[in-house]
C-alpha cells in the first residue's frame, strides 16, 4: 500500500492550496481516506476523512478548526483524495499526512496506513 501526498508549499495568510494524495496497493472503493497534520511540537491533528462503503460517502467528519475553510472530496476513478484549504493563516503551518483504512478514519481512529507527509507553511 503507497499514499503519496503532494501539493504542499509555502502560502500566505488568506491564501489557498490544494493538497493530493494518490493511494495505490488497495481497492480504493472500500477504504476510508483522510487527513492528519503536524505541527511542529504537537501531536498529529485530525482534518478530514470522507468514509466510502458500497459506492457511496456514509460517513465524513472535519476537525473543529476546519470551519469551512477546507474541503475534501475523493476521486475514486483517480484513486486520489484531494485537500482544499482556503483562507489560511499561519497556525496551519504543519506536515500533512494522507491516512487511509478499509475501516473507519475518524478524529480518534486514524487508519493503518500513511503517507510521508506533505509540509504546508503560511507566512503572516
Known amino acids: 500500500v503507497r499514499l503519496v501526498e503532494s501539493g504542499g508549499g509555502l502560502a500566505q495568510a488568506g491564501g489557498s492550496l490544494t493538497l493530493s494524495c494518490v493511494v495505490s496497493?488497495?481497492?480504493?472503493?472500500?477504504?476510508?481516506v483522510g487527513w492528519f497534520r503536524q505541527a511542529p511540537g504537537k501531536g498529529r491533528e485530525f482534518v478530514a476523512s470522507t468514509n466510502w462503503r458500497r459506492g457511496r460517502v456514509y460517513y465524513t467528519d472535519s476537525g473543529d478548526f476546519v470551519k469551512g475553510r477546507f474541503t475534501t472530496f475523493r476521486n475514486n476513478s483517480g484513486n486520489t483524495m484531494i485537500l482544499q484549504m482556503h483562507s489560511l493563516s499561519p497556525e496551519d503551518t504543519a506536515v500533512y499526512f494522507c491516512?487511509?483504512?478499509?475501516?473507519?478514519?475518524?478524529?480518534?481512529?486514524?487508519?493503518?496506513?500513511w503517507g510521508q507527509g506533505t509540509q504546508v507553511t503560511v507566512s503572516a
Open positions: 496497493g488497495i481497492t480504493f472503493n472500500d477504504y476510508a
Open positions: 491516512n487511509a483504512d478499509p475501516g473507519v478514519v475518524g478524529p480518534t481512529t486514524p487508519g493503518r496506513y
